[in-house]
């Protein structure tokens, strides 16, 4: 999550306070705690994606940003490892 904040913080398009990018990042959190509770797993379509996971969860935090959190599941114990988090920003088709 650090990486998320030090992102917001730096970017240049958008002045968002230390309070602000700490927000931020803690609703992406609590989003990516839903995924134990999805009764369907969306596989990823981005190969960049794929680089890091089988999976992934939207969040679409405005009209302008989505949020791809990319994770697997232990098909053992069914255990979700989120691997990364990626910004619409920065995914490359």
Known sequence: MSDIITGLLLWT???ISE???LGYADDIY???HTI???THHQKCKYLMHRLYGEYHLK???NSR???YII???NPVSGDILINRIISNHITQE
């Open 30 to 32: 609590l989003f990516a």
């Open 59 to 61: 969040y679409k935090r």
């Open 71 to 73: 994770y697997d599941i």
């Open 19 to 21: 309070e602000e990018a």
């Open 65 to 67: 940003t989505t949020w």
């Open 13 to 15: 398009k958008v002045s």
């Open 36 to 38: 134990s509770e999805l």
